[in-house]
């Protein structure tokens, strides 16, 4: 089992940041590759980025170069960080961990921009 919680959402104005952080019940160092996902009201969940238990990071083109995915192995959290944010950003965002073929998902956190 793996425990996500996410915290760091919030209501800020376009183009101002936010950095959300994702703690996991269970060493990172163990699991193979964990993300972030986003939901906006009436659209399907899609992947904003992943990084693999190697440490490449993977973006979805409507954040590359704006949102950064890391991580903390001693503090077993992972992180995205995101600049220059727009309103379509606006969504819940879910922290995921895939850990033994099996995928694990926080509770989500919810993140507005205003324009």
């Known amino acids: 089992q793996v425990q996500l919680v996410e915290s760091g959402g919030g209501l800020v104005q376009a183009g101002g940041s936010l950095r959300l952080s994702c703690a996991v019940s269970?060493?990172?160092?163990?699991?193979?590759?964990m993300g972030w996902y986003r939901q906006a009201p009436g659209k399907q969940r899609e992947l904003v980025a992943t990084?693999?238990?190697?440490?490449?990071?993977n973006y979805a083109d409507s954040v590359k170069g704006r949102f950064t995915i890391s991580r903390d192995n001693p503090k077993n959290t992972f992180y995205l960080q995101m600049n220059s944010l727009k309103p379509e950003d606006t969504a819940v965002y879910y922290c995921n961990a895939v850990f033994w073929g099996v995928m694990y998902w926080g509770q989500g956190t919810q993140v507005t921009v205003s324009s």
């Open positions: 269970r060493r990172i160092s163990s699991i193979n590759a």
């Open positions: 990084i693999i238990s190697g440490g490449n990071t």
